[in-house]
Nanobody, 128 residues
């Protein structure tokens, strides 16, 4: 069973930076594509970024492109989302998700239905 545990959220001023972590257990990154989504109160869960198997192709939402970097540390079995130049509209609960090869359906890197496993989320609050 794949387990995902997020950490690194918190309160930060606009213009600041945060690095979110997603500790992955139960599988290695050669079988998983890992993404980040976020959900603000009263809104849908939106795609933020995704990294391919073994640290392959990355995708970013337009809203974070140029300000965020997704990366993998294989030694620590952890995926990171570095977010810079944070804005109040980045405020949300951030979720880590994993898509395992051969499990479930696949609708593309930005669709939440493509992901088979989810973490519990970490709150990011950006003050103006």
């Amino acid at each position: 069973q794949v387990q995902l545990v997020e950490s690194g959220g918190g309160l930060v001023q606009a213009g600041g930076s945060l690095r979110l972590s997603c500790a992955v257990s139960g599988r290695t990154f050669d079988t998983l594509r890992v993404g980040w989504f976020r959900q603000a109160p009263g809104k849908d869960r939106d795609f933020v970024a995704r990294i391919g198997r073994s640290g392959g192709t990355t995708y970013y939402a337009d809203s974070v492109k140029g300000r965020s970097t997704i990366s993998i540390n294989n030694a620590k079995n952890t995926v990171y989302l570095q977010m810079n130049s944070l804005k109040p509209e980045d405020t949300a609960v951030y979720y880590c998700a994993a898509d395992e090869s051969g499990v479930g359906s696949y609708s593309g890197p930005t669709a939440y239905t493509s992901y088979d496993y989810w973490g519990q989320g970490t709150q990011v609050t950006v003050s103006s």
